[in-house]
Each structure stands twice: as structure tokens, then as C-alpha cells.
């Protein structure tokens, strides 16, 4: 509908979406571009490859995804970006996101996350841009006093990666509350895990895997001989670690929703994304056996440190203000994943910055 709306005006909105190439924006610049809008995507490559913008386009056919590599702390660059292409909105990705990094290298995080937000919104503001999607996380709340978590729990992290998030939540609630004219809408993820169905794109992890479904599916595919379990001694239903999983296609609706809300309406907000439902590691790895034919060898070891047991949304706020919420199953994720896998055993092939 709105692809038809922005078709009869003669010209789509772009949105600056930084962090474009990577893993969640790909999937919403092509849901971006499938609702009629042009997605300009700004990276330095740090963590992703020019091949997916290829992709996008290829599952897209659109040819004219502007795509520009610089990094979101050079503010006047920034302000060029937005000027030039006229953007009316920001969906931003761009961020460092591994938790035990974070602990190593706390002040990467500070500065990619932190100080590269702020300069986004400091170009925002010279170049007149009004509207900010921000990937926060789960992670922002901490051990948990109740569950599943609402939007109102106590926000307290516990590293260093979901303090950046945290800290750029509280600078986007000070900026709107000073109104200098941007809103702001603020999405927690959960777990998000999958892939397009198209098995184009889908998440490129540089060495190990930090994350379970990475791992298991690099584990199915041959790359890695088993899984490690961290953890069969929680109190949760078969003592493995429960998370709320949420297919990256879902994800990337949500984010539509939320640009579109902030685009109609002067108002802020801040709201979980997730399904509502937890799976422990054990339903994870059945589920991918299945979709994908193969056996996925497992160990049982120690619990990893700050590993929380078991955590999932109380998604009712994300249907009632955005009338969005899942629609795609832990079978969807898995069969999807695999797709993506195994037509890209080694993820993304190598190609040089400007070649895609
Ligand atoms: P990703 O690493 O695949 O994507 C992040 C992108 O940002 C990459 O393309 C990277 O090259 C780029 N980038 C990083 N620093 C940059 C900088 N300073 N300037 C320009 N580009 C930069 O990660 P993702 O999984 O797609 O996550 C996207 C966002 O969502 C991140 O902010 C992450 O913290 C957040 N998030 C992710 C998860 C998850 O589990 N994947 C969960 C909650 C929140
Ligand atoms: C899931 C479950 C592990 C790997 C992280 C970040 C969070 C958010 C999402 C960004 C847990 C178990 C894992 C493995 C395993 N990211 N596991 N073997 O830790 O819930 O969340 O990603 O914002 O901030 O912390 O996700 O996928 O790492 O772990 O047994 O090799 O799988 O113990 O129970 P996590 P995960």
C-alpha cells in the first residue's frame, strides 16, 4: 500500500538506514524496499560484506540502493548523507553487539555504540532530520525481577554492551523530552534468529559464533563438529538456557511499523520485540535437526558466565501501539536458517567495496 502511495507521489521517502549491511538491516532494507521506500545504506564494513547489498537487491530487483562507506562517528559526513539524499527518517543498526568483546574491550563498545549514536544525532539535527528507529536490546534489562519482561521492568545490564544501549536509550529519552524536534522510537530485540526465505541473506558471524543458532547451523552445514550446551543444570523445563527467539523477516516487519508510527505521529516510544515464547537450547537443536535433514552433535559443559536462565517479552505493548506481532515459528526459523546455510556454507563470498 504504501509502495502504491509513494509510486502515485512520484518518489519514495529514503531512509538513512547505517548499519544496513548487516545481519537485521539487511532483512529491513528489503522490507523497506518492498513497502516502496528507498533505504540508503551507510557502513564502514566492520562486521559485514558489500555482498549483501547485492543481495538485497538481487531478492529486491532494485537497482538503485544507494549505499555509502563511512563510519556513524564522522558527524559531517553524516550531515552530507542525510542532505544529499534528502532522508526523512533513520532506522539505525550500526553498533558493535558482542557481549564478551564488550568486557575485553569495553571502550570500542562505548565508542561505536555511544559516541557513534550521538553523532548520528547531531547530524540529525544539523541536517533537520526528524525521526530515529534505534536497535536496543533485551539486554538492557538485566537479571530478571519478574517475567516475562514488560516494557516497566528495572532496566539494570550487565556488561558493558547492554550499558551502551542503555546509555543511548537515555540519551534519545533526553533529546525527545528536550524537544528538538526528532522523535524517537526505541525496539528492544530479543533473540533474533533466521534468515529471508529466499536464502540470500541471512547472519555472516567473523570466526566462532557467539551466538547458539549461528552455531548450530555452522555445526549442521560441517563447518564445526558438535555444539557446546552451556548449561543443562537451570531450573527450566530440560535445565537448558530459555530465550525468546524472533525470526529476522518479523523483526524487519516491526521496524516498518515503527517507522510508520513515528512518521504519523509526534510521539516517542520504547517497546519489546518478541514472540512471548521461550525455547530452551534443546528445542532449538531439535527443531533444526528437523528442518534440515541433519544430526547436530552436542557436549555438555559449564555454564557460561552472565548467562541469564531463562528470559521472554511480554509482546502485548508492541500489538497494541504498533499492531504488529510474530508470525513465524521456531520451524520457520530453523527451515529458514538452513536455507541460508547451506546455500552459503562459508556466508558471504569475499568482494571488494565498490565491486557489488
Ligand atoms: P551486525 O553486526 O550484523 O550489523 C551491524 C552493522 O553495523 C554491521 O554491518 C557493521 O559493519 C555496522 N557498523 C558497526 N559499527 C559501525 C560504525 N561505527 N559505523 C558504521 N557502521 C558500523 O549486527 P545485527 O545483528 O544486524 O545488529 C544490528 C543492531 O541490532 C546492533 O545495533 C545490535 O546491537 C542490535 N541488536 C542485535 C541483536 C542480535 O542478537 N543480533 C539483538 C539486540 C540488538
Ligand atoms: C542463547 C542460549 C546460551 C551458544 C545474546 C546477547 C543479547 C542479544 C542476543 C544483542 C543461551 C546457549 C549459546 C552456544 C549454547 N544480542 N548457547 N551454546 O546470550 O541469549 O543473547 O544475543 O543485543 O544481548 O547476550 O544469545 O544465542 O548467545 O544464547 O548453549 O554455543 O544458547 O547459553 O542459553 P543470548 P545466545
Known amino acids: 500500500m504504501a509502495g502504491i502511495t509513494n509510486f502515485m507521489q512520484g518518489r519514495s521517502k529514503r531512509i538513512l538506514v547505517p548499519g544496513g549491511a548487516g545481519y ?7 522490507e523497506l524496499i518492498n513497502r516502496g521506500y528507498t533505504p540508503v545504506i551507510v557502513d564502514n564494513f566492520v562486521n559485514s560484506s558489500i555482498a ?11 537497482n538503485d540502493v544507494p549505499v555509502i562507506e563511512a563510519d ?8 552530507r548523507v542525510l542532505r544529499e539524499h534528502e532522508c526523512e527518517a533513520v532506522i539505525h543498526f550500526a553498533g558493535l553487539k558482542a557481549v564478551g568483546e564488550s568486557t575485553a574491550q569495553p571502550l570500542d563498545y562505548y565508542s561505536n555504540n555511544v559516541q557513534g549514536s550521538l553523532s548520528l544525532l547531531e547530524a540529525m539535527k544539523q541536517a533537520g532530520t526528524g525521526h530515529i528507529v534505534f536497535s536496543s536490546s533485551a539486554t538492557v534489562y538485566g537479571t530478571p525481577v519478574s517475567l516475562p519482561y514488560t516494557e516497566s521492568h528495572p532496566l539494570a545490564p550487565t556488561n558493558p554492551y547492554g550499558m551502551t544501549k542503555y546509555a543511548v536509550e537515555l540519551m534519545l529519552n533526553d533529546l525527545v523530552a528536550s ?3 526528532i522523535n524517537a522510537g526505541i525496539l528492544r530485540y530479543f533473540n533474533p534468529i533466521g534468515a529471508h526465505p529466499s536464502g540470500l541473506i541471512g547472519e555472516d558471524p567473523n570466526g566462532v559464533p557467539n551466538n547458539l543458532m549461528p552455531f548450530v547451523a555452522q555445526v549442521a552445514v560441517g563447518r564445526r563438529p558438535h555444539l557446546n550446551v552451556f548449561g543443562n543444570d537451570y531450573d527450566t523445563p530440560d535445565g537448558t538456557g530459555v530465550r525468546d527467539y524472533i525470526h529476522v523477516v518479523d523483526l524487519a516487519e516491526a521496524h516498518i511499523a515503527a517507522l510508520e ?14 514472540s512471548g515464547i ?58 529458514d536458517q538452513w536455507a541460508w546455510q547451506s546455500g552459503n556454507p562459508n556466508g ?4 571488494k567495496i565498490g565491486a557489488a
Open 72 to 79: 556513524i562517528r564522522d558527524t559531517a559526513e553524516m550531515v
Open 278 to 335: 521461550g525455547h530452551s537450547v534443546l528445542d532449538v537443536v531439535k527443531a533444526f535437526e528437523q528442518a534440515s535433514g541433519r544430526d547436530i552433535p552436542l557436549e555438555f559443559v559449564d555454564r557460561r558466565p552472565g548467562d541469564l536462565p531463562a528470559y521472554w517479552a511480554d509482546p502485548t505493548y508492541a500489538m497494541e501501539l504498533l499492531g504488529w506481532q510474530t508470525r513465524l515459528t521456531l520451524e520457520d526459523m530453523c527451515r
Open 24 to 30: 537485521i538491516g539487511s532483512h529491513t532494507c528489503v
Open 348 to 351: 558471504y563470498p569475499d568482494v
Open 52 to 62: 549483501s547489498v547485492d543481495r538485497i537487491r538481487q531478492i529486491t530487483g532494485a
Open 261 to 274: 508510527k513515528l512518521l504519523a505521529s509526534p510521539d516517542s516510544f520504547t517497546v519489546n520485540l518478541g
Open 179 to 181: 524537544r528538538a524536534g
